[in-house]
């Protein structure tokens, strides 16, 4: 939190400083306010897919938590934002296969990781690809 609060004082229109503090408050389960910095990060640059993805990332946790379809929805609507900003994000591409495995659709779980498997992101852990084989085969 320290660096990210320098580099506000010496750039406070730098999207990435609210991208920082969004994972800090995000570490401690502080979704809530992670969700306001990532949002304060996208009105400064709405086209960060690093900033749509990790604000994704709190929606699918918390669909994961409360099971709130929801917030799936939500989780997939910003991933889409953000791969379609960048494409080759693996981060993106793989974390958009797990929510579509989570929404029971297997055509886009497979597309995804595949397309995440092919640009070497990173690693796709393996009791996933268990699960995605035992429930969509290949």
């Known amino acids: 939190m320290y660096r990210f609060n320098q580099a506000y004082l010496l750039d406070p229109k730098n999207e990435n400083i ?9 570490s401690f389960n502080d979704y809530k306010t992670a969700i306001i910095q990532y949002d304060k990060g996208l009105s400064i640059n709405p086209k960060s897919s690093v900033i749509l993805t990790d604000k ?14 929801d917030k799936l929805d939500s989780a997939i609507d910003l991933l889409k934002q953000s791969y379609s900003i960048d494409a ?10 797990i929510c579509y495995f989570l929404n029971k659709d297997c055509t886009n779980a497979w597309k995804f990781y595949n397309e995440c498997k092919k640009s070497g992101g990173q690693p796709i852990a393996e009791n996933y690809t268990d699960a995605l084989n035992k429930m969509c085969g290949k």
């Open 18 to 26: 609210y991208w920082g503090y969004g994972a800090i408050y995000g």
């Open 56 to 69: 994704a990332t709190l929606y699918f946790v918390g669909f994961q938590r409360d099971n709130d379809h």
């Open 88 to 97: 080759n994000n693996v981060n993106t591409t793989y974390k958009l296969s």
